[in-house]
């Protein structure tokens, strides 16, 4: 299983689990692995977040944040990181806008959780080993999703719309 931790009104976020959304349920099933989302906003909210996205996985909520606290999640940006996910599209200022614009149009203000709280991704079981973990160090420092599907043993997924060219 994987979880990353969504904000559910960060743009980063949101574009991250637009990239999810795109891991065909058949993949995950082949490899026996289930994809899980954990956000960090009221459940009111994952109706709408889906939508939003396109997610059609497992979703949960920790309002109360414990899951990134037992899991050492950082609160805050670690700047001095030069890191660029390559499932965010949108440039900072544009995102943070298309954030802040989804805040004050969206049904309710708590959408977005603590903004401050940095996710992570994690490999885990069967049971309860960890196989792999990444604590994000600012929003920008996702690990690449083919990266996580290839060492939960998911076959890797094609996420930009340029046709493939398989070899046969």
């Known amino acids: ?81 030069s890191v660029r996910s390559p499932h965010v599209k949108s440039n900072v200022l544009l995102g943070s806008i298309k954030s802040v614009w989804r805040a004050m149009t969206g049904p309710a203000f708590d959408f977005q959780g603590d903004p401050a709280q940095q996710g992570g991704t994690l490999i885990l079981g069967p049971g309860n080993e960890v196989h792999f973990l990444h604590l994000d160090k600012n929003r920008l420092d996702h690990v690449p999703i083919n990266t996580v599907l290839q060492l939960a043993g998911v076959k890797p997924v094609n996420f930009t719309n340029k046709p493939q060219i398989i070899d046969i």
């Open 1 to 81: 299983s994987k979880a990353p931790s969504p904000n559910f009104l960060c743009y980063t976020c949101k574009e991250y689990v637009e990239d999810l959304a795109k891991v065909p349920k058949a993949f995950l099933q082949e490899a026996n692995v289930r994809l899980i989302v954990i956000g960090q906003s009221s459940y009111h909210h994952i109706k709408t977040f889906c939508s939003l996205t396109g997610y059609t996985h497992e979703m949960y909520v920790d309002p109360q944040r414990e899951i990134y606290k037992t899991l050492g999640m950082r609160r805050g940006e670690c700047n001095n990181v």
